[in-house]
């Protein structure tokens, strides 16, 4: 009886000397894909970082008012576990994670003076992502702003429709 030889050329049923030999290199072995991990890794890192620092630039005097508005906002966002689209809805549910949040930061960086904001990065570089408040705090400041957001807009459609 003559043992089966499988397209690798080694018998069937015996391991393969090379255990990625049946296997194609997929796109997880490409050197670009090791390269883009490595980026998407320090951008995730450096978001971490500059949220941790708008929480230090929310509480800091030496920040303007509408800065510091938008950097709470945006830290209680982050932080909170209310989100504007809920994730289970495909696609769209992680829209508000992969667009509004890094805009909102991005934005309140530029409100904070850059010396500034090189310092406060500094010092969030030293802080654990951990050390952020989150929870009740952040979800019900988050509920708070979609209510004055709701109530802000019910008030402009009597206005435009004569109600008030």
Known sequence: MTA???SGGREEGSPPADPDADHPAGPHDAPAAKGLRARLRRWTQALRRDLAALYLAAR????????KALAAAT???????IDLI???IPILGYLDDLL??????ALAIRLIPPALMAELREAAAGMAFSDLPGGRAA?????????????????ALAEAFGLV
């Open 4 to 6: 089966r030889r499988t």
């Open 60 to 67: 800091d005097p030496r920040v303007p008012w509408y800065a």
């Open 75 to 81: 830290v209680a966002y982050a932080l909170s576990p």
């Open 86 to 88: 809920p994730d289970f």
């Open 100 to 105: 509004i949040l890094p805009l909102g930061i």
């Open 139 to 155: 979800a019900a400041l988050i509920l708070v702003l979609w209510l004055a957001a709701v109530v802000l807009v019910l008030h």
